[in-house]
């Protein structure tokens, strides 16, 4: 059964002569991980936090946070000799540890590519504990999101969450824009974590994602980061479009 061993067994694994041979991590997505993990062998790992885990996670996966200081640590106790799948919300942090196990001599290691974001658009099961305590900050319904994208007013979109690096990193920026931007341009945050049905909806997978609309239409979108004075040149001009346009 997929499982994480506990760490006295780990320990006395990680003891044992291991197979040196480096490899790649190998990259899947949802219905070949599916179709691996459902052979019952090696170790299902969720490298989330452990409220993202509550919230909802492949069935018999353990938990280990990617921030935890001693992550790489208990990581390298996972055993050699059998098969390790990986798994974050989008697969960034999944394929940081993938590949940090490829090179500490790990062969069989398995990421599932677009993470649990993906696993859940295509309609794979997942666990959410009894006790989870669902992330409710910059939540919206899709019926939210789409009376918003139809304003005639310029809608500038960034699709987040709280986990993601790249997200953090942007948000002094954004939280900048929202102000120099007001009456302007309608600067809206929206939180994956707390809208994973929109993000269903949408078909969105991954984050950041930043989306500029009007009246329904894309006018500009981009994913991953993007530089301050990049993203104020995209605002500038179409915002100087809709004012000829008057």
């Known amino acids: 059964m997929l499982r994480l061993l506990s760490l006295s067994f780990l320990i006395s694994l990680f003891s044992l002569a291991v197979i040196s041979q480096n490899s790649d991590a190998i990259h899947v997505g949802s219905e070949d991980f599916n179709k691996l993990i459902s052979k019952g062998e090696g170790v299902l790992l969720d490298v989330r936090t452990e409220r993202e885990f509550q919230n909802g996670h492949i069935e018999n996966s353990g938990q280990l946070n990617f921030y935890a200081l001693d992550f790489r640590q208990r990581l390298l106790l ?38 649990i974001m993906e696993w859940e658009q295509a309609d794979f099961p ?9 992330d409710t900050e910059d939540m919206f319904l899709t019926s ?79 994913k991953g980061l993007i530089e301050e004075k990049e993203l104020v040149a995209i605002l500038e001009s179409h915002y100087r479009n809709i004012e000829k346009e008057k």
């Not at 997942?126 to 669902?134: C, S």
């Not at 939180?191 to 969105?204: F, G, H, P, Q, T």
Request: hydrophobic share 40%; net charge negative; charged share 20%.
């Open 144 to 222: 939210e999101f789409n009376a918003l994208i139809q304003q005639d007013e310029l809608v500038f979109i960034d699709f987040y969450a709280p986990w993601c690096g790249p997200c953090r990193q942007m948000m002094p920026m954004i939280d900048s824009l929202t102000t120099e931007y007001k009456g302007r341009v309608n600067i809206v945050k929206i939180n994956a974590d707390a809208s994973k049905r929109l993000m269903r909806d949408i078909e969105v997978a991954s984050v950041p994602y930043l989306v500029l609309y009007q009246n329904g239409k894309i006018l500009f979108e981009h």
């Open 126 to 134: 997942v666990i959410v504990d009894p006790n989870a305590q669902p």
């Open 78 to 115: 996972l055993p050699k000799d059998q098969p390790v799948y990986l798994y974050c919300n989008t697969g960034w942090r999944s394929n940081i540890a993938a590949s940090f196990l490829i090179r500490n001599g790990y062969t069989q290691v398995y990421n599932l590519e677009h993470g």
